[in-house]
């Protein structure tokens, strides 16, 4: 079993103990000396621990990891649109859609880790139907062809760099709104914020970006 296979990773193991002409000493390797090899141990278990079954089982064909990334320009008229929820701002966000940099950076990163077509392809800026379109029915489209090709949102970690406004008062409403638009648990999703420090794109209100990591399982057959 997995388990067993770690706990004789980190079992202790005397040593021999070491001889002198008048008295053994029983020898004790300081705590450094040991862990470099149960590491090793632990690097030699790792296939077999892919492969087991069990409460350590680690089945990596059912877990899927994906990068979406999205920046728009800054004009000036509010609100900003950032993540379904509209946050007093004296700029907004300029683009096709409704330019909600956060969701369509959380959209990329849901199509990539199930490998499918990113949003440009999906929902391209050279139709009409998706000027001004609201990007929750865009996420929720993506979402669907995730959920179609059987796999689930594991968690998503988000972040969003932007000079203004402080996104802290606004976090907990963002969270909520992505949970619901995906059907998942507030503690599924994670947002933070960064600033440009003033300085570039970013620092100088130019520009909003936004990254999000997302981690899918596969559904159980």
Do not use: W
């Given at each position: 079993m997995a388990d067993t296979r770690l706990a004789h990773c980190f079992s202790y193991h005397p040593r021999q103990s070491a001889k002198s002409a008048k008295i053994r000493v029983p020898f004790v390797a300081p705590q450094s000396t040991l862990l470099a090899p149960r590491l090793a141990c632990l690097l030699r278990q790792i296939p077999a621990i892919i492969r087991a079954e069990g409460p350590w089982a680690i089945h990596a064909n059912q877990l899927r990891i994906g990068l979406g990334e999205d920046s728009h320009r800054l004009a000036p008229g509010g609100p900003l649109r950032l993540g379904g929820v509209d946050v007093p701002h004296d700029r907004h966000a300029v683009g096709?859609?409704?330019?909600?940099?956060?969701?369509?950076?959380?959209?990329?990163?849901?199509?990539?880790?199930?490998?499918?077509?990113?949003?440009?392809?999906?929902?391209?800026?050279?139709?009409?139907?998706?000027?001004?379109?609201?990007?929750?029915?865009?996420?929720?489209?993506?979402?669907?062809?995730?959920?179609?090709?059987?796999?689930?949102?594991?968690?998503?970690?988000?972040?969003?760099?932007?000079?203004?406004?402080?996104?802290?008062?606004?976090?907990?409403?963002?969270?909520?709104?992505?949970?619901?638009?995906?059907?998942?648990?507030?503690?599924?999703?994670?947002?933070?914020?960064?600033?440009?420090?003033?300085?570039?794109?970013?620092?100088?209100?130019?520009?909003?970006?936004?990254?999000?990591?997302?981690?899918?399982?596969?559904?159980?057959?």
């Open positions: 096709h859609s409704d330019a909600d940099v956060l969701l369509h950076a959380i959209t990329d990163a849901l199509l990539g880790a199930a490998g499918l077509p990113d949003i440009g392809v999906l929902f391209p800026n050279t139709e009409e139907a998706n000027r001004g379109r609201d990007s929750a029915e865009m996420l929720r489209l993506a979402y669907d062809r995730v959920t179609a090709a059987g796999y689930r949102l594991a968690n998503l970690d988000a972040v969003v760099h932007a000079q203004r406004p402080k996104l802290s008062p606004y976090k907990a409403a963002i969270v909520d709104r992505v949970a619901a638009i995906l059907g998942v648990e507030p503690n599924q999703i994670n947002v933070k914020a960064k600033t440009g420090e003033g300085v570039g794109p970013v620092g100088q209100e130019e520009l909003i970006e936004a990254r999000c990591m997302a981690l899918l399982e596969k559904n159980e057959p």
